[in-house]
């Protein structure tokens, strides 16, 4: 009998607990949108195969998990290559570029007005029209994609003239 009772007073234990104490409830705040705003910076970093690149910017915002930057100038030592642009934003490992596009290589250059450079496939696409040119070669098309682990150039529509 006296187990009941025992029973009966953790029962009312646990009502009385439940009633003067109401269960917290947590709720989300909404998020602060963080924002970085930088000026003149330089970013450092190794590239998928072991090789350096260095970026500079003449300013930007970070955001989350987004990086605005312009003004940047992308350098590649170990391939002398260089790209240049007005503006870039960086997101989930691909860089897209955006106004007076330039690359500078050892070989070749080319200019266009917007690219997506996707860092961990080393490939730079160029979606629209440019001019290539290097010591034997001027070309103008559209849609170039541009290997850069390998060295390869494919492009559509192409006209271009040769020299000797």
């Known amino acids: 009998m006296k187990l009941y009772i025992f029973y009966f007073f953790i029962l009312i234990f646990i009502a009385l607990w439940i009633a003067i104490f109401k269960p917290y409830e ?26 350096k690149v260095f970026l500079k910017a003449g300013g930007g915002v970070v955001k ?18 260089r790209l240049r642009a007005k503006e870039a934003r960086m997101l989930d490992k691909i860089l897209y570029l955006k106004g007076d596009i330039k690359f500078f290589s050892s070989r070749f250059k080319f200019f266009t007005q917007r690219a997506r450079y996707m860092v961990k496939r080393e490939v730079l696409l160029v979606p629209a029209r440019f001019r290539y040119l290097s010591d034997s070669l001027e070309a103008v098309g559209s849609d170039l994609v541009y290997y850069k682990s390998i060295g390869k150039i494919v492009a559509n529509n192409i006209k271009a003239k040769v020299y000797q």
């Open 26 to 51: 947590v709720k989300n705040a909404p998020a602060a949108s963080q924002v970085i705003r930088l000026e003149e910076f330089t970013f450092k970093n190794k590239d998928t195969n072991g090789s």
């Open 64 to 81: 989350r998990q987004e990086l605005l930057a312009y003004d940047i100038d992308l350098a590649f030592p170990k391939k002398k290559a």
